[in-house]
């Protein structure tokens, strides 16, 4: 795949939950390269210091302006501009709205994956034509006679198949997917992920749909084609379908269509031990980990195997001591996969492929 230099758009939301686009792009894709993250608030810092301790050389920059000379002195000419929000509701600013005009005058095509449609815009759809810009809406859905309707041939897929759930949305799902997939990979076993929303095909995700776009009839017959398509094509070992939302968040219970259409063998479950509400909804307390586990189990009729820490507002001791909790809770292995890598995870993974 080609990568296109492309600056990420995440102005006030580096390093927050409303950011988690940016972050996915900052830590790992193969469809761009990243010369420069806007975002005023985090403006002279490196982004891979800010979000995980571990300097990458990308600049974040205070505005469109600065990040387009930097990267002319990169010699890397940007071709996109990325948005790299994801606001509740999936709703542009008027400020982000006029940031992006700002970029297609400067001839960047523009890739969202928002709810906001930029190329249903006439007055953004006439300013790329003129200055020949491309408009890429990633939750724009096909028609419907392109979608799929759930058919069971989900059964014909014999590899393992493995869904990365959480206890909440914006926890990390994605990240810990692409984790075990490169971890797979580094141990010598083929892993594909099927990706479920806009970030996962920003991130180079062959086999993809956008969860949250799709008409509710054709999420299961999706996930099931995205599944069947990665084993047909590719012969992968393992797949690893990324997780939406979580069963009981009350915006995004993502996973249900998940556990039912993508048939996992078994689960693997990302939770923040120092979150205490639903993403977004302050009041709203979130489920315990013995229940989403329950919940999770019950549903779908497959275990789940292991936790995966998102260590949001925790420092490396309490990680550790978070870890041997959810043992002596669960009786289930936890694993922060992000701070120390996936390889206990990936025995775990590869245990279960032998068996």
């Known amino acids: 795949m080609k990568k296109n230099n492309c600056i990420v758009y995440c102005q006030g939301a580096f390093n927050t939950p409303n950011g988690k686009t940016a972050h996915g792009l900052v830590r790992f894709t193969e469809r761009y ?3 420069a993250v806007i975002d005023s608030v985090y403006s002279g810092k490196d982004a891979g210091h800010v979000l995980d301790n571990r300097p990458n050389t990308i600049p974040i920059v205070k505005d469109l302006r600065e990040a387009v000379r930097i990267a002319d002195e990169k010699k890397l000419k940007p071709d996109y501009l990325v948005m790299g929000i994801a606001p509740d509701g999936g709703r542009l600013s008027a400020e982000a709205k006029d940031d992006i005009r700002e970029a297609i005058s400067m001839g960047l095509n523009i890739d969202s994956g928002l709810h906001d449609f930029l190329s249903d815009d006439p007055e953004m759809v006439a300013l790329a034509n003129e200055k020949g810009c491309t408009i890429r809406d990633i939750r724009k859905t096909p028609g419907r006679d392109k979608l799929h309707f759930f058919s069971g ?4 897929v014999d590899c393992l ?53 799709l008409i509710n009839d ?6 099931e084609h995205a599944v069947h398509e990665a084993w047909q094509n590719e012969n992968p070992d393992v797949i690893v379908i990324e997780g939406q939302g979580s069963l009981m968040n009350p915006a995004y219970p993502g996973g249900f269509e998940i556990l039912a ?4 063998d078994f689960v693997i479950l990302q939770h923040a031990p120092k979150r ?7 009041g709203y307390k979130l489920h315990s980990l013995p229940q989403q586990i329950q919940a999770i189990e019950v549903i779908s009729g497959v275990k789940v195997k292991a936790i995966t820490i998102n260590h949001e507002n925790m420092d490396a001791a309490e990680i550790k001591i978070a870890c041997k909790d959810i043992l002596q809770e669960t009786g289930l292995p936890a694993f922060d996969v992000l701070a120390d890598g996936p390889e206990q995870l990936v025995k775990l993974i590869i245990s279960e492929l032998k068996s």
Request: aromatic share 10%; proline share 3%.
């Open 33 to 35: 390269n990243v010369v």
């Open 153 to 156: 041939k989900i059964e014909e």
């Open 161 to 213: 198949k493995i869904a990365v759930l959480g206890t909440d949305s914006a926890i990390g799902k994605r990240t810990t997917a692409w984790i075990i997939i490169h971890g797979l990979r580094k141990a010598g076993y083929k892993g594909e992920l099927v990706g479920t929303g806009q970030t996962a095909w920003m991130q180079g995700a062959k086999y993809s749909l956008v969860m949250d776009s």
């Open 218 to 223: 054709f999420v299961s017959g999706e996930i």
């Open 261 to 264: 259409a993508g048939r996992p």
């Open 276 to 282: 205490l509400e639903y993403d977004g909804f302050p």
